[in-house]
């Protein structure tokens, strides 16, 4: 099935096409420059974003559900939020690159946009998280978190909302049946071209 290309994604695409024509193929296995290379994609991705006023952040931590660590839960709220609904939001790239600082203007500028204050997750990622499980849970604990400081923050706990791109999709996917599995109410799943299915694609072939 041929696909048209969005005449609006066109000029961005070049410029990544242009960037990635004179950089070598990354070699199997070679996990750090594949992270390098999205990484690299995603930068400047978000920099395509609108600039964005009135929002301001606040990191917390949290510790893994598995114990090994703790992660960034970064809030995101413009000056004249009115208590209500909230958003996780869990950042893309594969779900071996980005982080919440290479997210920061896009979540920045979706709560400039809406009104609605953010909640962005640090994501584990692969290689160094060796379970899909894991990411969920990150997610999840970050939703649980949330529900926890409801009060202070201004929010409705009835009216929060997990949201991922990419990635992100899969583990806000993941979160969610969590949620669900554990009696955990959620108002909306947001998923942006999430991350979901391996089946689409082809394995490369093994150098002998």
Do not use: C
């Not at 301001?56 to 009115?82: C, H, M, N, P, Q």
């Not at 009104?115 to 998280?129: K, N, S, T």
């Not at 009216?159 to 554990?182: C, F, H, K, N, Y």
């Amino acid at each position: 099935m041929d696909y048209e290309l969005d005449p609006e994604l066109a000029p961005a695409m070049a410029v990544l096409a242009e960037q990635a024509a004179g950089a070598p193929a990354p070699a199997r296995g070679d996990w750090q420059a594949v992270r390098t290379a999205a990484s690299a994609g995603l930068t400047h991705m978000a920099s395509l974003t609108p600039p964005s006023s009135g929002v301001s952040t606040t990191s917390f931590s949290e510790s893994t559900s598995d114990g090994e660590g703790e992660i960034e839960l970064r809030w995101y709220v413009k000056a004249d939020a009115a208590p209500g609904p909230a958003v996780i939001y869990t950042h893309g790239g594969g779900m071996i690159a980005g982080s919440v600082d290479l997210y920061d203007e896009v979540v920045t500028w979706y709560v400039a946009q809406s009104g609605v204050p953010f909640l962005a997750v640090e994501l584990r990622l692969a290689p160094e998280a060796t379970s899909p499980t894991s990411l969920a849970e990150d997610v999840f604990s970050g939703l649980t978190w949330l529900i926890a400081h409801a009060d202070n923050l201004g929010v409705d706990p009835s009216r929060i909302a997990v949201m991922g791109d990419s990635g992100g999709g899969g583990p806000t996917a993941g979160a969610a049946i969590l949620a669900r599995d554990r009696g955990v109410a959620l108002a909306k799943q947001i998923l942006v071209y999430p991350m979901l299915d391996d089946r689409n694609t082809v394995p490369g072939p093994v150098p002998s």
